[in-house]
C-alpha cells in the first residue's frame, strides 16, 4: 500500500557500499541520490531495488509446518508457540542448545535486538554472514591496529598516489566505488589489481597481477622484498608508530621476486616495478575483498596485507585500509554486537566493565562470557546433538554454506528451525516456522556502509498484507520469551538504547542521523595519530605462506574458486525475483584457460561437469584470461554443493579453493534451469 508524501530517502538493500535511494511514494520510481556517498550515481541492482518487495512470492503471514504442509497461523499463535518451544528446550538442554543467526540485511536496531535476545535469553551464539566474508579482516586488523574497521572514508581515495586493489572486483560487485578510483586514476593514481583471473575490474590497472589462488602471502611478502631491500619504506613511521618491523624484515628475505614468480606466476621484474611505484607513491589505499579473506589463510592474507600499508606509512592521512564490506548492514550488524565473540563495538566479552555496563542498561545482572558459535560451527554442533533449536533472520545457509549438503542434512534435524524471511527460501523449506517479514522500504531504520557511515532509511509502503518489520517482530518474541525491556513502541527507541551505549554518539542524537550526511562511527578517519592498542603502536605481525587445505594432485588436477556476477546477488532470493533484473542476467560460466579447454576437447559454451571430493555440479564453459590449471565458478545458487569447508582461524570457510576435475558430460541440462 502506498502511503504518499514527499519523495522518501531509502538505503540500498543490496551491497555494503551504501548508496541512497530516492524513491517517490507515488510511482515508487527509484533515483540516485546527489550527496555522499553515492553522488547521483546507482548500478542497477538499486535501480530496481523496489522490484522484489513487490514481488507476488512474499511470504504473507505466518506459517506452521504441518508434516509437509505449510498451514497459515495468526502472529499470536506463532509467537506464543515459538516461545514456549524455546523456553522448553532450554530448560531441558540449557541455553546454548539454542543459536540465532542474524542478517545484514536487517537494519542496525534489528540486529541490536536480536543480539540483546540471544544474550538475554542466555547465550551467545549469535552471529552473522560477516563471518563467512570479511571476519577475517576484522581479526587481522583489531590485532595489528586496534580497530576491526575499514579506516577512512570513500572520499578519501580519490586523493591517494596509489591503489593496491586485492581479491576484490569492484566493478562487478561495488560498481559505484569506480567512480572513486576513476577519479584517483584520472589524477595520476598508479592501480595495482591483485586477482586469480583478468577480471573487468583491471580494465583501469596499470598492473595486472593474475596468479595462482592462495598465493598472496608470497606475492605481498615479495612486494615487502623489494620495498625494504630498495630502503624505500617510511622509517620515521615505522620507528614512531609501530613495533615488530624486524621480525617482518627477517621473514620476508626468502620472498625473492624470482621466487614469487616461480609461485605465483607474476613475472619478477613487474613485482618490483609495481612495488617501487607503489612506494613513491607517497600515499596509497589498499583495498581488497573475498579473495583475500575466504581461505584457510584469510586472517595471515590479511595480515600480510597490512604490513604493506605499515612499511609505508600509508594509514591515517597518507593511506587507508579499505576491507569492502559486503552485504548493505554487514557493518552494522557487527557493530551492534551480532557476533558470537565481541559485544556491541566489537567490545570482547571479557571486558568485565562493559559487560556489565550492557547488563545494567537491559535491566539484568550479567550476561554470559563465553564465545559462542561461529555460524560455521554450528552444523556440526546440530550434528552432536549440542543445538537442537535455530532461529534464523534474513540469511540462507542451505544455500550460502560451503558443502552445503551437510547443512541441509543438520537443518533436517533440528527439532525447531525459526526462519525470518521475505520468500521461502531453500532454507526455509526445512522450517517449522515461516515469519514474514517487510522488506526494507516498508519500515524506518538506521545501516551503516563499508566507511562506517550510518545513514537513516526511510519507509516508503505499508508491510504487506500480514508481514511485519523485522524489529517489531523481536520486540513481541522479547515479551513472548518473557524478557526484561521489550516495550519499544517505535523503532526510535531502540536507536536511541544503543545511541547510549557508544561514548562518540553521547553528544548526538536521531536528527543527526536523519540529516543529509548521517554519522560515522566512531569517526570520518582512524588512526591519524595514534593506533586503538593499548601501547598506541601498530603492530606488524610476520607470515609465512599457508598452502590450502586441499591440494590437487592427478585425479583433482584444477584449482577451483568462486567468484561473483554484477547480474546476479548472493543467493538469488532477491535479483531473481526482479523482473528487469532477470533481463540483464547472464547465464553463470565456469571459467576456464584456452589450453586446459583444448586438451579436454571444451569449447565455448559447452556444458561441462565440475567435480570435487563432495559432489557434481554443471555448469557452460566461458573460455578466457585465467591461469592454466585454475577453473573460477559463480557462487550464486549450486558452488556450494562442492566447494571446502574447511575454515581459518576466523571461522570463515576457504570459499576460493577446492581440488576439481572438469570433464565433458555426454549430456544433460545446466544447473540454473528452474533454480527457485
Ligand atoms: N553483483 C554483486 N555484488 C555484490 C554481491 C553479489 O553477490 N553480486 N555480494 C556482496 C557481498 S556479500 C560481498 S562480500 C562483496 C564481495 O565482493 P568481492 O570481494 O569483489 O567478490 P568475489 O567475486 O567473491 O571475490 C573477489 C575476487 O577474488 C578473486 N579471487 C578468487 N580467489 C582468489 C585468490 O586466491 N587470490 C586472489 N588475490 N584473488 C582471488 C576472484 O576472482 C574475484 O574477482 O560483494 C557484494 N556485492
Ligand atoms: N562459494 C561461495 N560461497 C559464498 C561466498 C563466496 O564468495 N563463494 N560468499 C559468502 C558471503 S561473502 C556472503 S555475505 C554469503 C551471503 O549469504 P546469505 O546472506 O545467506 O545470502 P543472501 O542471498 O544475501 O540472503 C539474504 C536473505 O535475506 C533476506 N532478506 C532481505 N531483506 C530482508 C529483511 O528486511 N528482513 C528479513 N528478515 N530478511 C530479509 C533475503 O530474502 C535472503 O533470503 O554467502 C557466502 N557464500
Ligand atoms: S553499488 Fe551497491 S549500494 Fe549502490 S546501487 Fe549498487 S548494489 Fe546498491
Ligand atoms: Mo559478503
Known sequence: MLIGGSVKTVVCPYCGFGCKLL???????????????????????????????????????????????????????????????????REVYGPD??????????????????????????????????????????HALKTTIGTGTQTNPYEDIENFGAILIWGYNPAETHPV?????????????????????????????????????????????????????????????????????????????????????????????????AAREFALAGSGAIMWGMGVTQHVSGVENVLAIINIALLLGYIGNRGGLYPMRGQNNVQGAAYMGALSEFLPGYIPLEDEKFRKRVASLWGVENIPIERGLYLTEVWDAIERDD??????????????????????????????????????????????????????????????????????????????????????????????LGLPGFNYSSVEEITKEYFSLFPELEEKDIEDLKSENGIFLPRKRLHTWEFATPNGKARFIA????????????????????????????????TLRSPSLTKLMGEPKILINAEDAKYLEIEDNDL??????????RMRAKIGKVARGVVAVPFHFKANKITNNALNKAGTPEFKFSAAKIRKPKSGKPILDNYL
Open 177 to 273: 566505488i569506480i567512480h572513486y578510483i576513476k577519479k584517483a586514476k584520472k589524477r595520476g593514481a598508479k592501480i595495482i589489481v591483485v586477482d586469480i583471473r583478468e577480471t573487468i575490474t583491471m580494465n583501469l590497472a596499470d598492473y595486472k597481477f593474475v596468479i595462482k589462488p592462495g598465493t598472496d602471502i608470497v606475492l605481498a611478502n615479495a612486494i615487502m622484498n623489494v620495498i625494504i631491500r630498495e630502503e624505500l619504506y617510511n622509517e620515521e613511521f615505522i620507528k614512531n608508530r609501530t613495533t615488530g618491523f624486524s621480525e617482518v624484515r627477517m621473514a620476508v628475505m626468502k620472498y625473492t621476486p624470482e621466487y614469487a614468480e616461480k609461485v605465483t606466476g607474476v613475472p619478477a621484474t613487474l613485482i618490483q616495478k
Open 387 to 480: 543445538i537442537k533449536a535455530l532461529y534464523i533472520i534474513g540469511e540462507n545457509p542451505a544455500v550460502s554454506e560451503a558443502n552445503f549438503g551437510r547443512v541441509r542434512k543438520a537443518l533436517r534435524k533440528l527439532d525447531l528451525l525459526i526462519v525470518q524471511d521475505l520468500f521461502i527460501t531453500k532454507t526455509a523449506r526445512y522450517a517449522h516456522y515461516i515469519l514474514p517479514a517487510s522488506a526494507f522500504c516498508e519500515k524506518d531504520g538506521s545501516y551503516m556502509n563499508s566507511e562506517r557511515r550510518i545513514q537513516w532509511s526511510e519507509k516508503v509502503l505499508e508491510p504487506l498484507n500480514d508481514s511485519k518489520p523485522d524489529w517489531k517482530i523481536l520486540t513481541m518474541l522479547g515479551k513472548g
Open 608 to 617: 561441462v561437469e565440475i567435480e570435487t571430493r563432495r559432489g557434481k555440479i
Open 23 to 89: 524513491v517517490d511514494p507515488q510511482t515508487l520510481i527509484v533515483k540516485p541520490y546527489r550527496g555522499e556517498p553515492n553522488r547521483g550515481r546507482l548500478c542497477p541492482k538499486g535501480l530496481y531495488a523496489m522490484e522484489f518487495a513487490l514481488s507476488k512470492n512474499r511470504v504473507k503471514r505466518p506459517l506452521k509446518r504441518n508434516r509437509n504442509a505449510l498451514k497459515p497461523i495468526t502472529w499470536g499463535q506463532a509467537i506464543e508457540e515459538i516461545s514456549h518451544k524455546l523456553l522448553e528446550i
Open 543 to 574: 607470515v609465512e605462506q599457508i598452502p590450502p587445505w586441499e591440494s590437487t594432485n592427478g585425479e583433482y588436477p584444477f584449482a577451483l574458486t568462486t567468484v561473483r556476477l554484477i547480474s546476479h546477488y548472493n543467493t538469488g532470493e532477491m
Open 97 to 138: 542448545a539454542v543459536a540465532f543467526i542474524s542478517s545484514s540485511k536487517i537494519s542496525n536496531e534489528e540486529n541490536y535486538l536480536l543480539q540483546k535476545i540471544a544474550r538475554l535469553f542466555g547465550t551467545n551464539n549469535i552471529d552473522n554472514c560477516a563471518r563467512i566474508c570479511h571476519e577475517a579482516s576484522v
